[in-house]
T-cell receptor, first 113, second 112 residues
Framework: DGGITQSPKYLFRKEGQNVTLSCEQN?????MYWYRQDPGQGLRLIYY???????QKGDIAEGYSVSREKKESFPLTVTSAQKNPTAFYLC????????????FGPGTRLTVT | GQSLEQPSEVTAVEGAIVQINCTYQ??????LSWYQQHDGGAPTFLSY????GLEETGRFSSFLSRSDSYGYLLLQELQMKDSASYFC?????????????FGTGTRLLVSP
């Protein structure tokens, strides 16, 4: 079955620690995305990648970093510089960056205390 | 800038019809999409309108009027499982990249 996996489902960290969220897809999609969702809010774009070895900042990139060394993988690191990291993080992919349909992973709920 | 407006919450009963509106303001526009998200779950794609008019997919239909910068999602024969949040999203060209910009979502509550 093709799809996107994110792990773990729930993650707890202490303030001041960096944490890396995993995202893997086997859909052979070129484009991948990271979104942040806060309670009662829409999805805000953190970073995106149109193709392997390339990525760009989205609307709220401060305090986050990514890599795209393989087509299938797009991990997100939440650094200690992110002022309010507690949120629901969603990874998505699409065939190309112009595709209107994005496929989402199950999400990781990060809690930082 | 970009902005999308949706009602925050809509309530309806099983078997009824409900319409969720979306108005948008974007610097570029390449289509309107709709996504469904159950609590704690991942958004899933429902429908897309690239041109004006109505698109029908089973119980769900979506409409777009580009001249009015307006669209809606129509859900017919409502079922309890339709209780979820619904997001409209516009395809907007950023700096050489077409990204999706999401509205804040409409929470639909379906009661028996």
């Amino acid at each position: 079955d093709g799809g996107i996996t994110q792990s773990p489902k729930y993650l707890f960290r202490k303030e001041g620690q960096n944490v890396t969220l995993s995202c893997e897809q086997n859909l052979n999609h070129d484009a991948m995305y990271w979104y942040r969702q806060d309670p009662g809010q829409g999805l805000r774009l953190i970073y995106y990648s149109q193709i392997v070895n390339d990525f760009q900042k989205g609307d709220i990139a401060e305090g986050y970093s990514v890599s795209r060394e393989k087509k299938e993988s797009f991990p997100l690191t939440v650094t200690s510089a992110q002022k309010n990291p507690t949120a629901f993080y969603l990874c998505a992919s699409s065939l190309t960056d112009g595709s209107h349909e994005q496929y989402f992973g199950p999400g990781t709920r990060l809690t930082v205390t | 800038g970009q902005s999308l407006e949706q009602p925050s919450e809509v309530t309806a009963v099983e078997g009824a019809i409900v319409q969720i509106n979306c108005t948008y303001q974007t610097s570029g526009f390449y289509g309107l999409s709709w996504y469904q998200q159950h609590d704690g779950g991942a958004p899933t794609f429902l429908s897309y309108n690239g041109l004006d008019g109505l698109e029908e997919t089973g119980r769900f239909s979506s409409f777009l009027s580009r001249s009015d910068s307006y669209g809606y999602l129509l859900l017919q024969e409502l079922q309890m499982k339709d209780s979820a949040s619904y997001f409209c999203a516009v395809r907007d060209r950023g700096t050489g990249f077409q990204k999706l910009v999401f509205g804040t979502g409409t929470r639909l509550l379906v009661s028996p």
